[in-house]
Structure formats: structure tokens, C-alpha cells
Nanobody, 122 residues
């Protein structure tokens, strides 16, 4: 019913930048918050950044000042993560998340993308 498709991952050198995109589609009535999570090998999935429908943002301490989350002005079902000054410890699979109410639903439920690999290495 709802699909989240991420793009933009890849290999980058330390200090470099990447921009991740996530587009939500399907039977979407409304999206509340959208966010990015990441999971490194052997570690638990963690919140990287989130943005509400009203534009409020929240960041993990480890990425504050380096990463910026935003929603597309024309298509509120698309979210971006601009990642600057990347470090090797940012290496992980990055997952898009959205709290979605479908046309057939009565409350918001979390949906996940398939993940995109980000590798920071020289």
C-alpha cells in the first residue's frame, strides 16, 4: 500500500558530502513525521534525523551541524538528508521512515524503505 524508495547512497571520502532522497508513494492520505535512521554492522538501528509535517527537526548529537533534513516544498512526501563533513563512523545502511495514515486507515503507522548503503572511506 505504501512504498518508500531511497536513493543517493554510495562511497565517499572522509570530509565529503552525499545527499539522500526518499520518496513515499501509494495509498497515502497523510504523512506526519519523516526521518532517517541508520544501522552500522553489529549495532542497533539509530535515529539520525527527523522532520515533522510542521517543519520541526530533530538530530542525533553525532550529526548536528553536519547533516540537514528537509522535505520537498512541492511534494511533501519526499524527504532529503544532506550529509556534509562525512566521517568513517557515518558508514551504515541508511533507512527512510515515515508515519503514514492511509486512505483505509484510522491512525498513523510507521513504514520503512529498503535502505541505502553509505560508506565513508579513503
Amino acid at each position: 500500500q505504501v512504498q518508500l524508495v531511497e536513493s543517493g547512497g554510495g562511497l565517499v571520502q572522509p570530509g565529503g558530502s552525499l545527499r539522500l532522497s526518499c520518496a513515499a508513494s501509494g495509498s497515502i492520505f497523510s504523512i506526519n513525521a519523516m526521518g532517517w535512521y541508520r544501522q552500522a554492522p553489529g549495532k542497533q538501528r539509530e535515529l539520525v534525523a527527523a522532520i515533522t509535517s510542521g517543519g520541526s527537526t530533530n538530530y542525533a548529537d553525532s550529526v548536528k551541524g553536519r547533516f540537514t533534513i528537509s522535505r520537498d516544498n512541492a511534494n511533501k512526501n519526499t524527504v532529503y538528508l544532506q550529509m556534509n563533513s562525512l566521517k568513517p563512523e557515518d558508514t551504515a545502511v541508511y533507512y527512510c521512515n515515515a508515519d503514514v495514515m492511509t486512505y483505509s486507515g484510522s491512525n498513523y503507522l510507521p513504514y520503512w524503505g529498503q535502505g541505502t548503503q553509505v560508506t565513508v572511506s579513503s
